[in-house]
């Protein structure tokens, strides 16, 4: 089975562009995560979806932050406009149920790069 | 607040020895769930052992086992006959229900396990 597919792998980018980062999570999971991974900061919750519903979005750093997941295989994280400090790995997760007691599996990462 | 704590931000194992790697959680809940990530150097994220606190025996998962504690609050990772491939940074994580009943899922901080040849 495939796992959580992400793209791209690595994106740079200028200050003030929209960046827009992919996942494809694995079929048949019907949970959703976005996580950011920073040296200073460590993995931060973004947003979670369930059964393509926005469940908590209280991780979103502000504004120019916004997510969508329109089917059940496909989601994106866009940025606009990036920021330098918006550099960091961002990582898609999926999980098979909404509870507590579900493992979440990664995708690759997108590393992105804002100058 | 609900938190996952690994003091241990860097170990050393020799090659072919055990390792444990320190986790404490805090949390009300009654039901929840422990986990354990590996993250190479490559960077990606892999899903490694799962305990819920519900069970009433160890997880273990190939060289892998959790040694849980309830009483104590704490989910150590131990790693039987250290590969050199085990070096990575290991991420305890904690999912615990929201008020919908949804995960609310919180990591730690890591732990670079490195293994000497």
């Known amino acids: 089975d495939a796992g959580v597919i992400q793209s791209p792998r690595h994106e740079v980018t200028e200050m003030g562009q929209e960046v827009t980062l992919r996942c494809k999570p694995i079929s048949g999971h019907n949970s959703l995560f976005w996580y950011r991974q920073t040296m200073m900061r460590g993995l931060e919750l973004l947003i979670y979806?369930?059964?393509?519903?926005?469940?908590?979005d209280s991780g979103m750093p502000e504004d120019r932050f916004s997510a969508k997941m329109p089917n059940a295989s496909f989601s994106t994280l866009k940025i606009q406009p990036s920021e330098p400090r918006d550099s960091a790995v961002y990582f898609c997760?999926?999980?098979?149920?909404?509870?507590?007691?579900?493992?979440?599996?990664f995708g690759p990462g997108t590393r992105l790069t804002v100058t | 607040a609900q938190k996952i704590t690994q003091t241990q931000p860097g170990m050393f194992v020799q090659e072919k020895e055990a390792v444990t790697l320190d986790c404490t959680y805090d949390t009300s809940d009654q039901s929840y769930g422990l986990f354990w990530y590996k993250q190479p150097s490559s960077g990606e994220m892999i899903f490694l052992i799962y305990?819920?606190?519900?069970?009433?025996q160890n997880a273990t998962e190939g060289r892998y086992s959790l040694n849980f504690q309830k009483a104590r609050k704490s989910a150590n990772l131990v790693i039987s006959a250290s590969q050199l491939g085990d070096s990575a940074m290991y991420f305890c994580a904690m999912s615990r229900p929201d008020s919908g009943g949804y995960q609310k899922v919180t990591f730690g901080t890591g732990t670079k396990l490195q293994v000497i040849p």
């Open positions: 305990q819920g606190s519900y069970d009433e």
């Open positions: 997760a999926s999980s098979p149920g909404q509870g507590p007691l579900y493992e979440q599996y």
């Open positions: 979806f369930n059964n393509n519903v926005p469940i908590d």
